[in-house]
């Protein structure tokens, strides 16, 4: 998955969320980025790489089709709940990378807990007060995420 296509689908997830919130925008416009950002990242995954052998490049794809799932969720029928339970499955992924990598992937498994808290805290500021600010915070917090997770490869010495 090539950094553009990610930031295609972050930048979809965004204006899902941000549709989700208007009550100028009606729900089709919102399923509809929701759809396309379905088939970016599903397209993408699909030419990224099959699980590999090496344990931390299958690490790497669990959390890829994670993350995948995070963005496909559909802000306007699901709602934020679904949203924090797609991130709590994006957070066991992160942890079986850990544990496939150990010390040598820290670094960049710093940075995607830094993400998975940006999002959790984004996500506790749209429930308390969920208006199109705090939902792009939301969307932007995930387009962060995104782009550290497709640029794990090259991070990992292009191994995977």
Do not use: N
């Not at 990224?48 to 799932?69: F, G, H, N």
């Not at 942890?95 to 710093?110: C, M, Y």
């Not at 792009?136 to 292009?158: A, C, K, Q």
């Amino acid at each position: 998955m090539t950094r553009r296509q990610l930031s295609v689908c972050a930048l979809a997830v965004a204006a899902a969320v941000s549709a989700g919130c208007s009550d100028s925008t009606p729900d089709s416009a919102a399923q509809s980025s929701a759809a396309s950002t379905s088939a970016a990242t599903s397209s993408a995954t699909a030419g990224s790489s099959a699980a590999s052998a090496s344990p931390v490049c299958a690490a790497v794809d669990k959390l890829r089709t994670s993350v995948d799932e995070l963005t496909q969720v559909q802000v306007t029928q699901d709602g934020l709940s679904a949203l924090r339970t797609e991130l709590s499955a994006v957070g066991t992924a992160v942890g079986q990378l850990v544990d496939a990598g150990g010390d040598q992937i820290q670094p960049e498994v710093e940075g995607l807990q830094t993400d998975l808290t940006a999002i959790g805290d984004a996500l506790d500021t749209a429930t308390a007060d969920p208006s199109v600010a705090a939902l792009r915070t939301v969307g932007s917090t995930i387009t962060t995420l995104v782009d550290d997770v497709g640029g794990l490869p090259e991070e990992l010495d292009g191994s995977c």
